[in-house]
Structures are given as C-alpha cells and as structure tokens.
C-alpha cells in the first residue's frame, strides 16, 4: 500500500522491498521504526503513526484507536489501485518509479484496516480486493475515469509500478531455491549439533547457577499418549487405549520434577507453563488436577502468566476444560489440521468439523483468552480446493491464533508415514501453492502475521509481543514470555537453561528407568560456548523481530561466514544490511530460517568443511 501525504516535511515513498519514508529530510524504513514510534511531519495537527505491518496516520482532530485512518487531500494528486498494491503520483512530480506519493484530495479518503484496505470513493467504501487489477478508481472529479486530463486526478497503467510484498505473491523461482531442509531454529545450535551424551554434573551445576540468576522459569511437560494413531503425525507420542498409563507416567513426571526441585534453594516462579504431547486430554480431568497442583504446590505464579494446553478436539470434554481454566490455564490450542473426509480419512483421523466448533465454544464460554487452532498444509489427498474448504472452517471459528504447519515427511523416524501413499502427497510446487493460499486467507481475514507458520489476531498477546519486539522463541515455538530458562519434565522433554540443552530419554521405558533410579532422565545435549551464544541471539533478533544489530567484536566472525550469506540474501531483497545490522523485508518474512541460517555456524562450517573435503577429493 502507498499513502502519500501532502505535507511539506513528509515524503512517503515505497520501493518492492521495504517501505520508507523521509521524515525531516532523514530516510526512514518502516522497519526500523519501531512499534510505538510516532513520527512528527512537521505539522502541529498530524502525527503518522507507523508499525510494521501497516502505515498509518491519524489526524489529531480526529484520532481513533481503530487500526487506521488516513486523510488526505492535495488537488494534484492521482492514486492508483490494483489488488496487490496501492499507488499515487503527485501530478507535478510525476515518476516511473514504483512510488507512492503524497495525496490529500477533498474528496478521497482511503481507510484502512487490519483485515482489508480500502478507501471511501464518494461516500462508498470499496476494499482492494474489490477492486480488480484494471480498475481505475476516479477520485472526485466527474470526468477523470481516463488518463490523462491535464490538471485532474487519472490512474495509469500499472506496469511500471511494483506492489508491495506484503500484497504480493512470492515467485515461484523464489520459492524453490530456498526450499531447501532448514532447522525450525527453537534451539541454537540445533540438535544434530549437540552431543551424543551429556556430562550431568555440569548441567546440574550451571542449572543452579542459572536459577540463581533468575528463579523465573517456563515449564513443559510431554504427556504422549494418544488413543488411536494418524498416520501424518512427527510428535514422540505412544498409542494405547489402556488408561492405567495415566497413573504411573503423571508419578515419574513428578519424580522428576522433585530432582528438579531439589536442584533450586528457593520457590521457583512458573510464568509460563504448557501440556503437549502426544494428546495431554488423554489424561483424565482428575488426573490432569492432581498433576498440576502438585507442580504449582512449591512454586509461584505471577498474575501475569501463561498457561496452555493441547487438546484433541476428539477428546476434550468440557470438564477438561473448566479444571484446567481453574488451575490458571488461559490458553488452549486444538489440533484441526484439515476438514476434509478424505484427507482425514488418510491420516486416519475422523475428525467431524463439529467437534472442533464444539471445543472452542466451550472455551470461550470457560473464559480462555486465547484459542489456537493447528493447520497442516502438505498433508496427502490435500488439494487447493480442499485446503481452502478447511481454512474457511477455521475462519469461521475466528481463532485467536492459528499455527500453519508445513507437513513434515520424515517416514525414517514416524513410521506410520509410510502406511500412505507418498504420490499422495502434493508435489513442492503444489505444497507452495498451499501455503501462499493459506497465508495470503489469513491476511486478509486480518491475522499478522507472526513468523514461521504462525498467524494470530491483532488483539492476540502474540500480535502485541511481536510489535512491541518482545517476541520470544523456545522449543514451544514462539512465545510472549521470556523467562531465564524451560524446563521440560517427561520422555524426549528439551530444557534449555540458556547455557546448555539437554533432552531427556526418548522411549518411556528408558525414561522410567532413569527416573526411577532418582536420576534425571537427560541423555543428549550441549554447552553453548561465548561464540553459540552470540549466534544464538542473532538468530532470536531475526526470528522474533526482524532484525539484528551486529557488534563491533563480531564483525570479523560475521565477515567470515555471515556476510557473504546476507549478500545473497540481498540480492534476492530478503534483507536489507550493513556492517551495522540487517532488517528483513517484508518478502523476507517468507524466508526467516533461511535469513537463520546466515548465523548458523555450525552448519555453515560444515558445509564449507564438506566443501573443502570434496574439492579436496
Ligand atoms: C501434539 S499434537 C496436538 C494435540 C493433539 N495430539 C492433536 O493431534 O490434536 C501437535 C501438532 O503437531 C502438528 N504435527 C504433528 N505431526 C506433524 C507433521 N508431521 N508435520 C507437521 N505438523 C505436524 C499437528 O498440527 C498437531 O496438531
Ligand atoms: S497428531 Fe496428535 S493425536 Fe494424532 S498421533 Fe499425533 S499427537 Fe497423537
């Protein structure tokens, strides 16, 4: 979208990458303004107002809360609308360059909103995705419908100018050169980095010294039972219907979480607390009760916390619900992954649409703030018209949050993918579609877009995190809370106590039989090193705000394998850089574990070591 605004000190001006604009003669990207910045046009009654995922303006007399406004009004001002992007010249300066230019017409007012961008021509509200790409708009004047009266307001043809990403389809080309296996970066460095065995004193004695510095933790606990088995599913999850497994596994996750205990002088504050699994509503209600308040018995909960669960709209009743919301649960996210019979009928979950209707009525009549709905895309027997049909489902529901994942297809570890035909499965180019589709229904039913497969509503805590550049990332996924370290009680659970990770034992035996021997279960992990950790927090700063400042003792390990990375990435407009710091543009939102990648040590001296070995060979 381009808003230009007649003002004597405030040019707005966008090119296909980023969004900028000169403000008192300083030029400006919308990414670097921050969230809350207010930017002063020189004039006492306007202040634009400026996030990165809209650009907005409020006229001081007439301020609104309302995701935005603009009015304009200069006479020689032409706009130009097309689905994917908004333009405008100023008649006296007329370019060829994709700009967006001052307007400000008595008589136009474009109104824009998180869900849709429109304007009001004359009185009528007309949104973009109204208008089709050839429609040339009239601002006002009888007669202008056809370029170019002299002195009037005209639309040109749409040719020279480019769209902004945030309305454009990303290339096909694009898409296929980075599609290319990338880690999800919830850990850096990633698991196949980290050690086969772990030297347990040492993560017990920079645990404590970790608590010491902050006694605020986030809590996870693997619950992995689940009563009947889809075939689609890369969770570590065990299959029984046999409801016994509830008692003996809740006692082990307690053992452990007295070793846990042991290991800290004082209360622990549980900010953040989350049951995945595996299905966490296999457990009874009871039990799931009995659980809990055992965790939170010696521990403190800030007013301000974030308690979540997943539940399998099969299965969640709503006393699951209520108990849970009673413990100080107040966020809930159930598995939908596709509507349709036939999709669902090959992943071997039934799952009628009603039920997920169901579970999140009973939700929001509970009083949980945020509900959660997972998608998958990529999925087999899935289909544009299919996916579409599920997305409107989902819509209908209007989710706090929705979690878009991209299937993944590891049949060497989830055995059960085998059990569907791989020429089921859509083609990469089928599965990009997929997501673009997906992605582009969720922005215009008005999701922000968060980052990796996570879309949520601008009222959403996420949303806020995210504008605020408070986002954070663990092995959760994105989260609003940033605690000093995540504890994760129960089989394959992942702690990361900021100075090492470690998971725990894989299968159930294993892990009883180290809990039982009061032992921690942790089998795997790795100490970050001063390098790691620098790293790792230029990977967070891309993939929870968009951006990076680099420091000056970094520059020479940036130079060495970073840089020529964010070059290419450049070239490609993913990243705006320099020896300062990077942004990301909005097209390379599309790209974060790819931008990741550019502070991926590990795997980039290793590909270069393979390199060099191959060459060498
Ligand atoms: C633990 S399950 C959610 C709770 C519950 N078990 C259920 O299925 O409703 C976690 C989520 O991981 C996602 N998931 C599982 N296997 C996946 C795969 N192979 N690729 C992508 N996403 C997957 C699904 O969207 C699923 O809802
Ligand atoms: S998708 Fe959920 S219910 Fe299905 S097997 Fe995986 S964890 Fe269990």
Same mark, same amino acid.
């Given at each position: 979208m381009?808003?230009?605004?007649?003002?004597?000190?405030?040019?707005?001006?966008?090119?296909?990458?980023c969004?900028?604009? !000169?403000?008192?003669?300083?030029?400006v990207?919308?990414?670097e303004?921050?969230?809350?910045?207010?930017?002063?046009?020189?004039?006492?009654?306007?202040?634009?107002? !400026?996030r990165?995922?809209?650009?907005?303006?409020?006229?001081?007399?007439?301020?609104?809360?309302?995701?935005?406004?603009?009015?304009s009004?200069?006479?020689?001002?032409?706009?130009?609308?097309?689905? #994917?992007?908004?333009?405008?010249?100023?008649?006296?300066?007329?370019?060829?360059?994709?700009?967006?230019?001052?307007?400000?017409?008595?008589?136009f007012?474009?109104?824009?909103?998180?869900?849709?961008?429109?304007?009001?021509?004359?009185?009528?509200?007309?949104?973009?995705?109204e =208008?089709?790409?050839?429609?040339?708009?009239s601002?006002?004047?009888?007669d202008? &419908?056809?370029?170019? +009266?002299?002195?009037?307001?005209?639309?040109?043809?749409?040719?020279?100018?480019l769209?902004?990403?945030?309305m454009?389809q990303?290339?096909? #080309?694009?898409?296929?050169?980075?599609?290319v296996?990338?880690? &999800?970066?919830?850990?850096?460095?990633?698991?196949?980095?980290?050690?086969?065995?772990?030297?347990?004193?040492?993560?017990?004695?920079?645990?404590?010294?970790r608590? #010491?510095e902050?006694?605020?933790?986030?809590?996870?606990?693997?619950?992995?039972?689940?009563?009947?088995?889809?075939?689609?599913?890369?969770? $570590?999850k065990?299959?029984?219907t046999?409801?016994?497994?509830?008692?003996?596994?809740?006692?082990?996750?307690l053992k452990?979480?007295?070793?846990?205990?042991?290991?800290?002088?004082? $209360?622990p504050v549980?900010?953040?607390?989350?049951?995945?699994g595996?299905?966490?509503t296999?457990?009874?209600?009871?039990?799931?009760?009995?659980?809990?308040?055992? +965790?939170?018995? #010696?521990?403190?909960?800030?007013?301000?916390?974030?308690? /979540? !669960?997943?539940?399998?709209?099969?299965?969640?009743?709503?006393?699951?619900?209520?108990?849970?919301?009673?413990?100080?649960?107040?966020r809930?996210?159930?598995?939908?992954?596709d509507?349709?019979?036939?999709?669902?009928?090959?992943?071997?979950?039934?799952?009628?649409?009603?039920?997920?209707?169901?579970?999140?009525?009973?939700?929001?009549?509970?009083g949980?703030?945020?509900?959660?709905?997972?998608?998958?895309?990529?999925?087999?027997?899935?289909t544009?018209?299919?996916?579409?049909?599920?997305?409107?489902?989902?819509?209908? =529901?209007?989710?706090?949050?929705?979690?878009?994942?991209?299937?993944a297809?590891?049949?060497?570890?989830?055995?059960?993918?085998?059990?569907?035909?791989?020429?089921?499965?859509?083609?990469?180019?089928?599965?990009?579609?997929?997501?673009?589709?997906?992605?582009?229904?969720?922005?215009v039913?008005?999701?922000?877009?968060?980052?990796m497969d996570?879309?949520?509503?601008?009222?959403?805590?996420?949303v806020?995190?995210h504008?605020?550049?408070n986002?954070?990332? $663990?092995?959760?996924g994105?989260?609003?809370?940033?605690?000093?370290?995540?504890?994760?009680?129960g089989?394959?659970?992942?702690?990361?106590?900021?100075?090492?990770?470690?998971?725990?034992?894989?299968? =159930?035996?294993?892990?009883?039989?180290?809990?039982?021997? /009061?032992?921690?279960?942790?089998?795997?992990?790795?100490?970050?090193?001063?390098?790691?950790?620098?790293?790792?927090?230029? +990977?967070?700063?891309?993939?929870?705000?968009?951006?990076?400042?680099?420091?000056?003792?970094?520059?020479?390990?940036?130079?060495?394998?970073?840089?020529?990375?964010?070059?290419?990435?450049?070239?490609?407009?993913?990243?705006?850089?320099?020896?300062?710091?990077?942004?990301?543009?909005?097209?390379?939102?599309?790209?974060?574990? $790819?931008?990741?990648?550019?502070?991926?040590?590990?795997?980039?001296?290793?590909?270069?070591?393979?390199?060099?070995?191959?060459?060498?060979?």
């Amino acid at each position: 979208m381009a808003i230009l605004l007649g003002l004597p000190k405030f040019e707005a001006h966008f090119r296909a990458d980023c969004l900028v604009g !000169f403000v008192r003669g300083q030029f400006v990207t919308l990414q670097e303004i921050d969230a809350r910045y207010r930017v002063s046009t020189g004039l006492p009654k306007f202040e634009a107002h !400026f996030r990165a995922d809209y650009l907005g303006v409020f006229v001081l007399e007439n301020i609104r809360e309302a995701p935005l406004e603009i009015l304009s009004g200069l006479p020689k001002f032409e706009a130009h609308f097309r689905a #994917d992007c908004l333009v405008g010249f100023v008649l006296e300066n007329r370019r060829e360059a994709p700009l967006a230019i001052l307007s400000g017409l008595p008589k136009f007012e474009a109104h824009f909103r998180a869900d849709c961008l429109g304007v009001f021509i004359r009185g009528r509200f007309v949104t973009l995705q109204e =208008i089709d790409a050839r429609y040339r708009v009239s601002t006002g004047l009888p007669d202008a &419908r056809y370029p170019i +009266i002299p002195d009037t307001y005209h639309f040109y043809a749409p040719r020279h100018l480019l769209p902004l990403q945030s309305m454009q389809q990303v290339s096909l #080309d694009l898409l296929q050169k980075y599609n290319v296996p990338i880690p &999800r970066y919830t850990s850096y460095p990633t698991v196949p980095y980290w050690d086969e065995t772990i030297d347990v004193s040492t993560w017990k004695s920079l645990f404590t010294q970790r608590f #010491d510095e902050s006694r605020e933790i986030s809590l996870y606990l693997h619950l992995p039972f689940c009563e009947s088995l889809c075939t689609f599913c890369g969770c $570590n999850k065990r299959i029984t219907t046999n409801h016994t497994v509830e008692e003996t596994y809740m006692l082990a996750l307690l053992k452990e979480w007295e070793i846990y205990r042991a290991m800290m002088p004082h $209360n622990p504050v549980i900010r953040e607390l989350h049951l995945g699994g595996g299905t966490p509503t296999f457990f009874s209600p009871g039990n799931l009760k009995y659980l809990i308040e055992h +965790i939170l018995a #010696d521990s403190d909960v800030p007013t301000e916390h974030e308690f /979540g !669960f997943e539940g399998h709209p099969n299965n969640t009743t709503r006393e699951h619900l209520q108990t849970l919301f009673d413990l100080g649960f107040n966020r809930v996210s159930f598995g939908m992954q596709d509507s349709n019979p036939e999709v669902q009928k090959v992943i071997n979950r039934i799952q009628p649409h009603a039920n997920v209707v169901q579970v999140v009525q009973w939700a929001r009549e509970i009083g949980y703030e945020s509900v959660n709905l997972d998608l998958v895309y990529g999925l087999p027997l899935q289909t544009l018209p299919r996916l579409e049909k599920t997305i409107q489902d989902a819509l209908e =529901i209007k989710p706090d949050r929705i979690a878009f994942y991209s299937y993944a297809h590891v049949p060497w570890t989830s055995k059960a993918q085998r059990l569907f035909d791989e020429n089921d499965l859509p083609s990469a180019d089928e599965k990009m579609q997929l997501y673009q589709v997906g992605k582009k229904r969720f922005m215009v039913a008005g999701y922000t877009d968060i980052g990796m497969d996570h879309f949520a509503l601008p009222g959403d805590l996420m949303v806020q995190a995210h504008e605020a550049g408070n986002l954070h990332r $663990n092995f959760m996924g994105y989260t609003v809370q940033q605690t000093g370290m995540l504890v994760g009680l129960g089989v394959s659970s992942i702690s990361d106590i900021y100075y090492g990770f470690a998971q725990n034992k894989k299968t =159930i035996q294993e892990y009883y039989e180290q809990i039982n021997r /009061g032992e921690l279960a942790v089998f795997k992990g790795y100490f970050l090193d001063e390098v790691d950790q620098k790293m790792r927090h230029y +990977i967070l700063d891309v993939a929870c705000r968009g951006k990076a400042h680099f420091a000056k003792e970094d520059l020479e390990l940036l130079r060495q394998y970073t840089f020529h990375e964010l070059d290419e990435l450049a070239l490609d407009d993913l990243v705006t850089w320099g020896e300062h710091g990077l942004i990301v543009t909005d097209l390379g939102k599309h790209f974060i574990r $790819n931008i990741c990648k550019a502070f991926d040590l590990k795997l980039l001296s290793a590909e270069v070591q393979k390199k060099t070995f191959s060459q060498a060979v």
